[in-house]
């Protein structure tokens, strides 16, 4: 018999290639120099210092650090409360807690009020080992709901200060899932686009891959093997996916080509779906698909194995693109 190892979070690994360059704790690093810089910047957490980067802010400004305990909802009336003091409460703790665990109290104490406070999910869809229980495979379609919600996932750790700016000069609430722990290098920091747009990180003669988070990484693998196949994909990444860069998305499908959507999320109420309700309300005619999670809970495994498992592996980008193509 086969007995599989123990899984936790610190061995559940990195889902790109060895050898991709990262960036560690570009999250603890970006909020603690912002916080410097900006006395009305709070930091509030529920239990989960070191997870979420933010010790480093515990340990320099002590004063303005808040850790509520396990109380994920308290923790959000805490939040509105500060945000209507004047303050600006930076809100940290897993996916799964900041938005399923703590929804109704994100709805009327934060998003009703258009409160200014920023939710901060750590370990999006299957980059976590903890099963349905932790596994935020639901969080964007849950804030991408709530009317003035931003919601935004960055894909490269060069990118995580300054959308972190972004975010907490943007007046209003605002969520971003976040992978935890190191994120790859892919970007230079300029090259963040402003909240609403989207990234054109390469142009493709067949046809698109539009993408988030980690899954832009995927892809970028992806795209080597389809080019071994004679296939030019181009890729998007999306790290505004409320609002959404309609202007751009429209104007790729606009050109008729094959367009693939490749999310860390369910494939229901994500990203995907945003992609193919713009198509779909546009009256555009083209071989669109999304590439997610289906319809299903996952288990708790380590990240590589959940992401072979459930098709979200650079392997399943290609298959799934080419087929789009007619090249399968």
Same mark, same amino acid.
């Given at each position: 018999?086969?007995?599989?190892? !123990?899984?936790?979070?610190?061995?559940?690994?990195? &889902?790109?290639?060895?050898?991709?360059?990262? =960036?560690?704790?570009?999250?603890?690093? @970006?909020?603690?120099?912002?916080?410097?810089?900006?006395?009305?910047?709070? $930091?509030? /957490?529920?239990?989960?210092?070191?997870?979420? =980067?933010?010790?480093?802010?515990?340990?320099?400004?002590?004063?303005?650090?808040?850790?509520?305990?396990?109380?994920?909802?308290?923790?959000? $009336?805490? #939040?509105?409360?500060? #945000?209507?003091?004047?303050?600006?409460?930076? &809100?940290?703790?897993?996916?799964?807690?900041?938005?399923?665990?703590?929804?109704?109290?994100?709805? +009327?104490?934060?998003?009703?009020?258009?409160?200014?406070?920023?939710?901060?999910?750590?370990?999006?869809?299957?980059?976590?080992?903890?099963?349905?229980?932790?596994?935020?495979?639901?969080? %964007? #379609?849950?804030?991408?709901? +709530?009317?003035?919600? &931003?919601? %935004?996932?960055?894909? $490269?750790?060069?990118?995580?200060?300054?959308?972190?700016?972004?975010?907490?000069?943007?007046?209003?609430?605002?969520?971003?899932?976040?992978?935890?722990?190191?994120?790859?290098?892919?970007?230079?920091?300029?090259?963040?686009?402003?909240?609403?747009?989207?990234? &054109?990180?390469?142009?493709?003669?067949? *046809?698109?891959?539009?993408?988030?988070?980690?899954?832009?990484?995927?892809? +970028?693998?992806?795209?080597?093997?389809?080019?071994?196949?004679?296939?030019?994909?181009?890729?998007?990444?999306?790290?505004?996916?409320?609002?959404?860069?309609?202007?751009?998305?429209?104007?790729?499908?606009?050109? *008729?080509?094959?367009?693939?959507?490749?999310?860390?999320?369910?494939?229901?109420? /994500?990203?995907?779906?945003?992609? @193919? =309700?713009?198509?779909?309300?546009?009256?555009?005619?083209?071989?669109?698909?999304?590439?997610?999670?289906?319809?299903?809970?996952? =288990?708790?495994?380590?990240? !590589?194995? +959940?992401?072979?498992?459930?098709?979200?592996?650079?392997?399943?980008?290609?298959?799934?693109? @080419?087929?789009? @193509?007619?090249?399968?």
């Amino acid at each position: 018999m086969t007995v599989r190892a !123990p899984i936790t979070i610190a061995n559940s690994g990195a &889902v790109w290639r060895p050898g991709t360059a990262v =960036e560690s704790k570009a999250y603890g690093r @970006a909020l603690l120099a912002l916080a410097e810089a900006d006395p009305r910047i709070v $930091c509030l /957490g529920a239990d989960l210092t070191g997870p979420t =980067e933010t010790d480093l802010f515990r340990d320099t400004l002590p004063d303005r650090f808040f850790n509520i305990g396990i109380a994920e909802a308290n923790l959000m $009336c805490v #939040a509105s409360g500060m #945000a209507r003091s004047g303050d600006i409460p930076v &809100v940290n703790t897993f996916g799964v807690f900041a938005t399923r665990r703590s929804f109704d109290q994100v709805v +009327l104490q934060i998003a009703y009020p258009r409160a200014n406070v920023k939710l901060v999910g750590f370990m999006p869809g299957l980059t976590s080992p903890g099963g349905p229980t932790h596994q935020a495979t639901d969080d %964007v #379609a849950l804030m991408r709901s +709530l009317p003035g919600m &931003v919601v %935004v996932e960055p894909a $490269c750790g060069m990118h995580v200060a300054p959308l972190l700016a972004q975010l907490i000069a943007h007046d209003g609430p605002a969520y971003m899932r976040i992978k935890r722990g190191d994120l790859p290098k892919l970007f230079t920091p300029d090259s963040l686009p402003p909240l609403g747009k989207a990234q &054109v990180v390469r142009p493709g003669r067949d *046809g698109w891959i539009i993408a988030s988070g980690v899954m832009v990484t995927l892809a +970028l693998e992806a795209l080597d093997a389809l080019a071994e196949q004679g296939i030019e994909a181009g890729l998007v990444n999306v790290t505004s996916i409320k609002p959404l860069d309609t202007a751009l998305i429209a104007s790729l499908a606009a050109e *008729g080509k094959p367009l693939l959507v490749a999310e860390n999320h369910s494939i229901i109420g /994500g990203l995907g779906s945003a992609v @193919a =309700e713009l198509i779909a309300e546009s009256g555009l005619s083209l071989r669109f698909a999304r590439l997610g999670i289906d319809d299903v809970f996952a =288990e708790g495994a380590g990240a !590589p194995y +959940l992401f072979r498992t459930y098709g979200l592996s650079p392997a399943a980008i290609a298959q799934r693109f @080419a087929g789009l @193509a007619g090249r399968s």
